[in-house]
């Protein structure tokens, strides 16, 4: 997120002085609205647009918006903070869901007083990048990237071209090129890029397990395929766990371990849970390597410092730490590299 800038905090302490006189204004909540100019809040020069984008906040600037009742982006009722709005400004977000095709392309300000429009052209979100797939693929794989707002997409792995095969709003197919392990991939369209926090080559389990890795079968778990719940792919690890039990993944050996930092996975509950992590089968009812979990996935990382500096990786496993059953889903099991 952008630094905001010091005019931008200056005209935020004005708000609380300007709000503060305004019922002592005599202009103030009697006259039609007149917009002047719009510009993009973190801008240092809150330089004019005539464009905005969805998902960021603007300024709009010009007289009589004490008596503000409605905005509307492209004919889209948009919340605003009454709080942020003098006679002479209007702090106001693009609400994500505002259409970019087919719309007014104005901006309208209704206050009791009368109504003011602008020419004002709403642009698609910044892209979303949820995940990827394979996260191991190599050279020539086809991979699938998975998000948002994917218009006119172009993908790179930190700056390698990507070529890509298909693509519709949500989904890119691509290519996967030479030299990319280790790197992570960037979307970029004319509204911002956006990057996914997992390098190439670096999953334990993304929607498969990679060799030598597994969970067996005993602990009675189950794979969910589900994209809209998932955390990266389409396809995540569940299991009830009753108190203080377990699930377990196998016993295998790899010292290969020196070129990355660490590991990381994504974890969440139907209700506030509890774990901790079992790692090389030490750990057991460890405070210091537990963590809570809730209904919204989250990432959670160790490093190998934290860990003790293992030799090689030769398992990983949770123990259920409130001592109530929990449902626990698992995914993005990885190695991390910074």
């Not at 390098?199 to 067996?216: K, R, S």
């Not at 537990?290 to 919204?296: G, P, Y």
């Amino acid at each position: 997120m952008k630094k905001l800038n010091f005019k931008f905090l200056l005209l935020l302490f004005s708000l609380s002085i300007f709000i503060s006189c305004s019922e002592d204004d005599s202009n103030n909540g009697k006259n039609p609205p007149i917009i002047d100019n719009v510009s993009l809040a973190s801008d240092p020069d809150l330089n004019p647009v005539t464009q905005g984008y969805a998902n960021n906040m603007y300024i709009i600037q010009g007289s009589g918006f004490s008596a503000t009742q409605k905005i509307y982006f492209n004919d889209v009722d948009t919340y605003f903070n009454p709080t942020l709005v003098t006679d002479n400004a209007i702090f106001v977000t693009i609400d994500i869901e505002t259409p970019y095709e087919g719309g007014s392309n104005k901006l309208i300000v209704v206050t009791k007083n009368g109504r003011a429009e602008y020419d004002f052209v709403v642009a698609p979100p910044a892209p979303i990048v949820q995940s990827f797939q394979p996260v191991n693929a190599i050279e020539g794989d086809q991979i699938t990237i998975y998000g948002n707002y994917f218009l006119n997409p172009t993908v790179t792995f930190d700056g390698i071209p990507v070529t890509i095969i298909s693509n519709s709003l949500t989904e890119i197919v691509a290519i996967m090129p030479a030299n990319a392990q280790h790197k992570y991939i960037e979307v970029e369209t004319i509204s911002g890029s956006t990057s996914w926090g997992t390098a190439v080559g670096t999953a334990i389990y993304d929607d498969n397990f990679y060799a030598p890795w597994d969970i067996e079968s005993w602990n009675n778990h189950e794979y969910i395929s589900d994209l809209s719940a998932a955390f990266q792919g389409t396809t995540f690890i569940k299991k009830e766990i009753p108190g203080w039990d377990n699930i377990q993944g196998n016993w295998n050996y790899d010292d290969q371990i020196a070129q990355y930092t660490g590991i990381k996975f994504a974890v969440r509950s139907d209700t506030p849970g509890k774990l901790v992590l079992i790692f090389n089968g030490s750990n057991w009812g460890n405070s210091s390597f537990s963590f809570n979990t809730t209904n919204e996935w989250t990432e959670v990382k160790f490093t190998w410092q934290q860990l003790n500096n293992p030799a090689a990786l030769q398992n990983i496993s949770f123990q259920e730490f409130t001592g109530q059953t929990h449902n626990y889903y698992f995914d993005n099991i990885t190695y991390t590299i910074d």
